[in-house]
Every structure is written in structure tokens, then in C-alpha cells.
């Protein structure tokens, strides 16, 4: 059975970094793409960043092009989102999600919280 564990998240100033990381177990061989959302108090769940394993092409949404960086670990299976000037409004809960495109599932983390506010 698949599992996303996240870890990281908390409060910070405005123009501080924090960094997430999620580690995934139960990988199989197969294409996917892994990545991170973030959902806001009342907005639409959104997508940050990802990584995709068929062309190796790593995407960022505007919102955070440039502050944010993906990272990834093959040996420990772990992905991260080191994110720095983060302001106010980068207040979400952020999740770690895979996609499996072949199987059409997806599998998400247990969701983090990161506060910005001086």
C-alpha cells in the first residue's frame, strides 16, 4: 500500500523559507507524477509544483516560480519544496500528492500546515 508521510510546515515571518519534505513507501516501478498543492481557508485546492517521471520536467506555478524549489531523493523516495520569501498569503495547508497516469489514481499526504504572519 502506497503512503505519503509529510514533515515540516509550522509558522514563519513574512520573508522567511521553511522546507516540506514528504516521504513516499510502497513505490512500484511505473511512470507518475509527484508533487505538492496548496489549499487556502476557502479557495480551490491548487498545484505548486511537480515532477513528472516520463519526461523529467519539473513544473512550477507562477505564484511561486522563483521562491520555491523542488527537490527529490531517489534513494530515500523523498520529494521536498524548500520555499523562501514566503508571505502571508502563502498561508495554506500544503500537501504532498502522486499521480499514477496509466492506473488514473492518485495518492495524497497527510496535509501540512504553514502559517506566514509576523
Known amino acids: 500500500q502506497l503512503q505519503l508521510v509529510q514533515s515540516g510546515g509550522g509558522l514563519v515571518q513574512p520573508g522567511g523559507s521553511l522546507r516540506l519534505s514528504c516521504a513516499a513507501s510502497?513505490?512500484?516501478?511505473?511512470?507518475?507524477?509527484i508533487g505538492w498543492f496548496r489549499q487556502a481557508p476557502g479557495k480551490e485546492r491548487k498545484r505548486l509544483s511537480c515532477?513528472?517521471?516520463?519526461?523529467?520536467?519539473?513544473y512550477y506555478a507562477d505564484s511561486v516560480k522563483g521562491r520555491f524549489t523542488f527537490s527529490g531523493d531517489n534513494v530515500k523516495n523523498t520529494v521536498n519544496l524548500q520555499m523562501s520569501s514566503l508571505q502571508p498569503e502563502d498561508t495554506a495547508v500544503y500537501y504532498c500528492?502522486?499521480?499514477?497516469?496509466?492506473?488514473?489514481?492518485?495518492?495524497w499526504g497527510q496535509g501540512t500546515q504553514v502559517t506566514v504572519s509576523s
Open positions: 510502497g513505490l512500484t516501478f511505473d511512470h507518475y507524477a
Open positions: 515532477f513528472n517521471t516520463n519526461d523529467g520536467n519539473i
Open positions: 500528492n502522486i499521480y499514477f497516469p496509466l492506473r488514473h489514481r492518485d495518492y
